[in-house]
């Protein structure tokens, strides 16, 4: 064989002999088995995961337990039930095989779902039974799951600490959200249930609303880290919130639907995105087209 030299980067590289070396070393024993003419191995799949929906929302029943508190109108009404139906249609396109639901008694949440299937009880405003029981009941899911995990907010302590030590970046921050929030109210009234839980879910809406969290970890007394500590315990309950719903995930194949209340909803993502077996999925994705749509 008539050897041929070539230049490679300011060496002498005897093509003959090189290619000779690869057929030897692919023949080898335990040697890969690749050929000069075989094509480009495929990269390998990526491996299924679970794929997790969290859904931020506002409180249905308007329970008003949070230090924020907000107005929300009937909705049993049919208007509101109409709307209700309209996002439903929507998720079920994303055909969960689990429901993780804001509750902590999982007894009594089986005997609600097992007695709203019966047709013995009707379901109460709540989000919770409006959207995740409704929804389960329509997929024939055995079962829902509690997930929550109740620890005490203090944002009394917080504000207390704020106006005595007169941190005014935080207190004019807070007054900040408390207009938008009268101004997105307003809003409410004349969105749709879809329009509200699109809004509520926009990622940048999401990670700024993440952020204001953040900033109770400023406030602090003498002597005391009010702020710090009570942010603290936040993120604590939704540690243990992520905690319970990872033990409802069981194969790569499922998909799971989590419903909480819309201020959980950047940990719980940011949560999910961190683990390797599951995959983050966007609301927007499966909220109904009609129920987004702007009213006249």
């Not at 790569?252 to 959980?264: E, K, N, Y």
Request: glycine residues 6%.
């Amino acid at each position: 064989m008539r050897r041929i030299r070539r230049r490679l980067h300011g060496h002498d590289v005897d093509l003959a002999a090189l290619v000779v070396g690869l057929w030897v070393a692919a023949a080898a024993p335990g040697g890969a088995r690749v050929r000069a003419c075989d094509p480009q191995p495929k990269a390998p799949s990526a491996p299924a995961v679970a794929q997790v929906l969290v859904l931020g929302t506002y409180h249905f029943a308007n329970p008003n337990l949070d230090y924020v508190k907000t107005h929300v109108d009937d909705h049993l009404a049919e208007r509101r039930q109409r709307e209700i139906a309209e996002v439903i249609d929507g998720l079920a396109r994303f055909a969960p095989t689990r429901i993780a639901l804001e509750a902590t008694d999982d007894a009594r949440l089986a005997e609600r779902y097992a007695a709203y299937r019966a047709g013995t009880t009707a379901l109460a405003v709540s989000e919770r039974e409006q959207i995740g029981l409704r929804l389960a009941k329509r997929l024939g899911l055995p079962r829902v799951y509690a997930v929550d995990h109740k620890l005490d907010m203090d944002m009394a302590r917080v504000m207390k600490a704020a106006q005595e030590s007169g941190n005014r970046a935080f207190l004019a921050q807070f007054q900040q959200v408390m207009v938008e929030l009268e101004t997105f109210q307003a809003r409410q009234a004349t969105m749709t249930v879809g329009q509200v839980l699109l809004e509520m879910n926009d990622p940048a809406r999401l990670r700024r609303d993440g952020n204001l969290y953040l900033q109770l970890a400023r406030v602090r007394g003498t002597g005391t880290f009010d702020g710090a500590d009570v942010l603290a315990g936040w993120y604590q309950r939704n540690f243990r919130i992520f905690a319970n719903l990872i033990q409802i995930v069981e194969s790569p194949s499922d998909r799971v639907l989590v419903m909480f209340g819309a201020g959980h909803a950047p940990i719980l993502r940011e949560l999910v995105e961190s683990s390797p077996d599951l995959r983050l999925v966007e609301p927007a994705d499966y909220l109904t087209k009609r129920g987004a749509e702007a009213r006249p």
